[in-house]
Nanobody, 122 residues
Framework: QVQLVESGGGLVQAGGSLRLSCAAS????????MGWFRQAPGSEREFVAA????????SYADSAKGRFTISRVAAKNTVDLQMISLKPEDTSLYYC???????????????WGQGTQVTVSS
């Protein structure tokens, strides 16, 4: 069983930055691909970014390219999402997830955190 705990969300003005972190524990969490997803009220949960177990492969949603960077620190068993140039449309509940492959599909992720809220004011 893998436990995931997100942190780092908050309220920021448009154009600002935030760094989300996901702490993983349990099982063989260091071998899992990790992803970040987000879900706004009334919307589907959507893919943001993913990183492979060895950290060598990353994938981004078009909305995240050039603004968000996903990284993992093996020694700490954490996965971070650095977000810059934030826009009001980035406002969502951000979830960390763990799965067997670096996928854009939420169905491919087995373990999920509880989420951390990001609110971007205009």
């Amino acid at each position: 069983q893998v436990q995931l705990v997100e942190s780092g969300g908050g309220l920021v003005q448009a154009g600002g930055s935030l760094r989300l972190s996901c702490a993983a524990s349990g099982g063989t969490s260091s071998r899992f691909a990790m992803g970040w997803f987000r879900q706004a009220p009334g919307s589907e949960r959507e893919f943001v970014a993913a990183i492979s177990g060895n950290g060598l492969l990353t994938s981004y949603a078009d909305s995240a390219k050039g603004r968000f960077t996903i990284s993992r620190v093996a020694a700490k068993n954490t996965v971070d999402l650095q977000m810059i140039s934030l826009k009001p449309e980035d406002t969502s509940l951000y979830y960390c997830a763990a799965g067997a492959e670096t996928s854009m599909s939420k169905e491919d992720y087995v373990y999920w955190g509880q989420g951390t809220q990001v609110t971007v004011s205009s």
